[in-house]
Every structure is written in C-alpha cells, then in structure tokens.
C-alpha cells in the first residue's frame, strides 16, 4: 500500500528483456537513505517499491541502483514496457501504518492507461487534462482522488461525453517539480489508478441493486 506522495524521481538506467518479462534497473538516492516515511534505512531485497504507480517487488539491490521485474501482465496493462533508458521516472516506497497520509490510500494496482491531452498554465500552477478509461468514469467524482503515474491527485473536473472521460486534475509547483509530470507532453500515456474505496463500494452495493 502506498499514499501517492512521491518521494524521489529515480533515473531509469537499464531494461532488460527476459522471456515475456523486463527487468528494470532504476539508479536512485533518497530511497536508500532514512526517509521521512519510515524508520528502516535504504530498501532490501523483497520491498515493494511503486514504480510511476505500479507496485513493483525489489529484486536485486546495490546502492545507488535496484531492480525490479515486470511481467507480462503488468507490461500489458501499464506503460511500462514503453519506458527508455535514461527517463525520470515516480517512487515511493510501501507506507508503514504509521505513515501520515498525506495523499490517499493507492495499491499501485493500475486499472489502466490514461492519455494526456491538454496542459493549461493557471499563472502559479497547472492544469493537465487525461483521457480516461471510460469504463473507470463511475469511479472518479469531483475533489476525489485519483492516481496518476502513482501521484495522488486531486480531481478538479470530470466530463463524460460520447464514450470518452476526461479527467481535469490541479498541480502545484511542489508536484509539478518534484514528480515526472514536469517531462509530460500532449499525447503521453500515463498509468492511472481509480480510488480504492470507490471500487469497493461498488462491489458490495452491486448485489443488492442486480436483485432489485
């Protein structure tokens, strides 16, 4: 489980292909020092490290590089098989249950890819609008939350209009320049995660409205 609030930008040195997965070796800083999030020190094999959003497990660690294995799953539901070396790219490590939680609860189980398609400079921040899974609308409800490449954000407009959603979400200068979204351009795909309690609300709620 993870909050959304990034703690560093890694830099995506190495994909390696093996099989149907990739191994992605990412070099970082903060993530192996003691960091404000937690009381264990650095990051070991077996962690759970949210990689732009997708909970990704460390399997190989020598400071300042780790690596982590996607499988064919995951690259077919998350941008990540279209990632190149040298990208900046969102971690954070799981939340402890001491963590405070300054964004909202994310699994870092991305429901799907979404595609941005406007910037719009507000003098002091920024508004970026995505195309959404349409099918992921039902989820997403205005001031909700939402994850974008595993960054919690604020949902400012939601429009849905001829089988296609368009999610309006607000970024501050602290995210824009400590996040990728400073690197984004119209038509980039981003992995986004719809909020978890929504979801599972619709799951028990569902039963009692198909019977009537």
């Not at 994310?106 to 400079?121: S, Y």
């Not at 309006?168 to 119209?186: D, R």
């Amino acid at each position: 489980m993870f909050t959304g609030i990034i703690e560093e930008l890694g830099t995506l040195v190495e994909l390696i292909t093996s099989g149907t997965s990739l191994c992605l070796k990412i070099e970082a800083e903060r993530i192996f020092s003691e960091g404000a999030k937690t009381s264990q020190i650095g990051v070991k094999i077996g962690d759970s490290i949210a990689v732009n959003g997708v909970c990704l497990t460390a399997t190989q660690v020598q400071p300042p590089y780790f690596e982590v294995t996607a499988i064919a799953e995951t690259l077919g539901k998350t941008t990540l098989g279209s990632l190149t070396a040298g990208q900046r790219i969102n971690l954070e490590r799981a939340a402890k249950l001491e963590t405070r939680l300054g964004g909202h609860l994310v699994q870092g189980h991305v429901d799907g890819i979404a595609t941005l398609r406007d910037i719009r400079d507000a003098n002091g921040s920024w508004e970026f609008s995505f195309e959404i899974p349409s099918d992921g609308s039902k989820y997403v409800v205005p001031k909700g939350s939402i994850a974008i490449d595993g960054i919690s954000l604020t949902v400012a407009e939601i429009l849905v209009a001829h089988g296609n959603a368009r999610v309006t979400v607000a970024i501050i200068p602290h995210t824009y320049y400590h996040t990728n979204v400073q690197f984004l351009k119209i038509g980039d795909t981003v992995n986004v995660e719809f909020d978890i309690i929504a979801k599972m609300v619709e799951r028990l709620v569902k039963p009692y409205f198909s019977n009537g």
